[in-house]
Nanobody, 118 residues
């Protein structure tokens, strides 16, 4: 069974940092693009960052220069280093692999809550 377990969220002050982790089972990340998404209350789930199997990264304009996505294929894990956090970054953060059966089927993990507030 597919499992995506996000962790590392929490409450942080503006300007602070968090490192999110996504551990997967039932999905092999190696050879696949992996991505982070976020969803704020009342808003749709948006793409935040992605990394291809070859290590090419892409970021939403709102986070570019502040967030860094990385992966550890040996641990089947993807990370999101978030620096210079802003209140607008407050959301539930999810990981997934676009094109995977889990993604196509609409499966998402529980997400991890990130709250940026003074």
């Amino acid at each position: 069974q597919v499992q995506l377990v996000e962790s590392g969220g929490g409450l942080v002050q503006p300007g602070g940092s968090l490192r999110l982790s996504c551990a997967a089972s039932g999905i092999i990340f190696s050879g696949k693009t992996v991505a982070w998404y976020r969803q704020a209350p009342g808003k749709q789930r948006d793409l935040v960052a992605s990394i291809t199997a070859g290590g090419v990264t892409n970021y939403a304009d709102s986070v570019k220069g502040r967030f860094t996505i990385s992966r550890d294929n040996a641990k089947n894990t993807v990370f999101l280093q978030m620096n210079s956090l802003k209140p607008e970054d407050t959301a539930v953060y999810y990981c997934n692999s676009p094109g995977s059966w889990a993604f196509i089927s609409g499966y998402w993990g529980q997400g991890t809550q990130v709250t940026v507030s003074a």
